[in-house]
């Protein structure tokens, strides 16, 4: 099974940006759909968040309406990794950011799910 690992968190202002990162720890991370979650930490109860999916060979991509616009995911397969450009950050978009894999994008989060990366957007 893949193993995922983000990176890439951190605090920053509103309107701000930060990218963030997902390697898969095996080659064969490059054939699976990647995808983009989170939580927001007032929430841990309830069910994470989609954010983004994108497809093996990254000629699809798909976002939630929240983040249309203002966020890119794109993948690196040589480099087996997964990015989420996040620009002109609000608040609202703290949160764990989760990456997770899948055998096609309808079904991320089917195989393996990384250990998360924190996003703290201030006011």
């Known amino acids: 099974q893949v193993q995922l690992v983000e990176s890439g968190g951190g605090s920053v202002q509103a309107g701000g940006s930060l990218r963030l990162s997902c390697t898969a720890s095996?080659?064969?991370?490059?054939?699976?759909?990647m995808g983009w979650f989170r939580q927001a930490p007032e929430a841990p109860g309830k069910e994470r968040e989609f954010?983004?999916?994108?497809?093996?060979?990254?000629?699809?991509?798909y976002y939630a309406d929240s983040v249309k616009g203002r966020f890119t995911i794109s993948r690196d397969n040589g480099k087996n990794t997964v990015y989420l450009e996040m620009n002109s950050l609000k608040p609202w978009d703290s949160a764990v950011y989760y990456c997770?894999?899948?055998?096609?994008?309808?079904?991320?989060?089917?195989?393996?799910w990384g250990q998360g990366t924190q996003v703290i957007v201030s006011a």
């Open positions: 997770a894999s899948g055998p096609d994008v309808r079904s991320v989060g089917h195989n393996s």
């Open positions: 095996l080659r064969t991370g490059s054939i699976y759909a």
């Open positions: 954010v983004a999916v994108i497809n093996s060979d990254g000629s699809y991509t």
